[in-house]
């Protein structure tokens, strides 16, 4: 045994790092795999060894282990071939590489490979020892990170906010953080990214919890209507007040006012949002008594609101007090990775509400899914997987059941083209029904998002639904 191999560091981590920790180490020099487990057995680590990959492989399969280390030039596979093999079994195991013939070449292909270091023969203890506990330390802390995310989601109790992609995980790490204060909370992002879903979690984990969660859409009704809806009334108030009516924020008391699509409220009834957020206090139309709330609001809008500031459509003064912590929801396709799993979610949610056997997709059919942009969202994609569910047949969802914005086989003029009897204006017609419809499908049903996207008035879009018989159906909550 070299010399070299019997003087080893005093160790400050040791007891960390090294008591219980399970090493594998794959040579085929007998020399080296006795140094190596001799050392690391004088440092508390618990070592196993195999002279080939095929033996190396067989061990694996038996136990688990902290770290390999894996010999470059082993007789049959050597270590880079072996890598892939390694990492198939313990996705997450790091790998140091060793061997006497170090070139820029080996290391490159080392650690495309997934090594997590290349420690070239003879080495030094000091070095490698500390190489050896870096590499354990960090994969420790990478697992224990997932079994942390995976806890809190559990804990929260975010069952329908699905998602594994970075960003989603950074929103679980946020709601958990902010849930148990009182400070107002401003969601932004596109329609049908699920802001009402990211309230109910922030008001189900919060110590209001057993209290009221009141949602309003606050852009779906004129000003004098969502006061009276926000604030309440006294009996003659006006007109139809034939009687005091509470308004939810006296509902809300004790709870959480969700106050969604903000962005459209009018400016006179922002400053009285304004003045409930800065004194909790407000007056009912048409009252002439103050009325004192503990009422905690989530605001939610997909509206730009710096840029309504600059037009002068949204107050400077409630953005700021709306603005204490802001959640920003991610497109869903900018995390293209968490389709797999709601489509699998919807899959299991419509299969059970319809009493029908599992269901899933045929492999053509999610390839699709996880090409096309939605500009709806999650509530498109849900959309369309209620519809598959639905129209299913068999246990497999076959793409053809997909709508056609999503294959590519929509609507187009030239569909129109051969119609006979077809006056113009007629062709006209059809083609703006059928526009509206799959603009309306988009949205959920929801008509004031889709005259939004159509950049029209909403009074213009319902005056086209009624002159062309648009067929309308019931939304499905977000």
Request: charged share 25%; aromatic share 6%; with cysteine.
């Amino acid at each position: 045994m070299p010399e070299a191999f019997l003087e080893t560091p005093a160790s400050s981590n040791g007891a960390a790092i090294g008591a219980g920790t399970r090493v594998l180490i794959i040579d085929d020099e007998a020399a080296i795999r006795e140094s190596l487990e001799t050392l690391l057995q004088l440092e508390g680590f618990s070592v196993e060894t195999a002279p080939d990959g095929e033996q190396g492989l067989a061990l694996l399969d038996q136990r688990t282990y902290d770290l390999v280390l894996l010999d470059l030039a082993l007789p049959g596979q050597n270590g880079i071939e072996l890598l892939p093999q390694i990492h198939q079994r313990m996705p997450q195991l790091p790998v140091i590489m060793l061997t006497a013939f170090g070139t820029v070449n080996n290391v490159v292909d080392a650690i495309r490979a997934g090594a997590h270091n290349f420690v070239q023969k003879p080495w030094d203890n000091e070095k490698l020892l500390a190489d050896i506990r870096t590499a354990i330390a960090r994969s420790q802390a990478e697992e224990e990170n997932v079994q942390l995310k995976r806890a809190l989601k559990q804990r929260y109790n975010f069952e329908n906010i699905i998602g594994k992609s970075e960003s989603m995980l950074a929103i679980f790490d946020l709601i958990a953080q902010v849930a148990p204060s009182r400070s107002t909370v401003l969601i932004q992002g596109e329609s049908g990214t699920g802001k009402e879903l990211i309230a109910k979690a922030i008001h189900a984990n919060s110590p209001r919890k057993d209290k009221p969660f009141v949602p309003i859409n606050t852009g779906a009704m004129p000003s004098e209507l969502l006061e009276s809806n926000l604030f309440g009334h006294v009996k003659g108030a006006f007109t139809s007040a034939i009687a005091a009516k509470k308004g939810l924020f006296e509902v809300a008391n004790g709870g959480t006012l969700f106050l969604d699509e903000i962005g459209n409220m009018g400016l006179d009834t922002q400053a009285k949002i304004l003045r409930v957020l800065q004194d909790r206090r407000f007056m009912q139309v048409g009252g002439i008594q103050e009325l004192q709330v503990d009422v905690r609001v989530i605001a939610a809008t997909n509206v730009d609101l710096q840029a309504a500031i600059r037009e002068g459509k949204f107050r400077e003064d409630l953005y700021y007090r709306l603005n204490v912590i802001t959640v920003e929801l991610p497109a869903l396709r900018s995390r293209r990775e968490d389709i797999p799993l709601l489509v699998q979610h919807f899959l299991k949610r419509y299969a059970t509400e319809n009493h029908m056997s599992e269901r899933r997709l045929a492999p053509d059919a999610m390839r699709i899914l996880l090409d096309y942009d939605w500009p709806g969202n999650v509530r498109e994609l849900e959309n369309v997987i209620e519809r598959g569910v639905v129209l299913s047949s068999a246990p497999v969802i076959p793409a053809n059941l997909l709508p056609p914005q999503l294959t590519g086989k929509g609507f187009s003029i030239g569909m129109m083209e051969h119609q006979p009897n077809t006056s113009l204006f007629e062709t006209i017609e059809s083609i703006e029904r059928r526009i509206i419809g799959e603009m309306l499908e988009r949205c959920n049903w929801n008509q004031t998002e889709a005259a939004e996207r159509f950049r029209i008035p909403l009074s213009t879009l319902n005056q086209k639904i009624k002159r062309l018989n648009v067929e309308l159906r019931k939304r499905v909550k977000e």
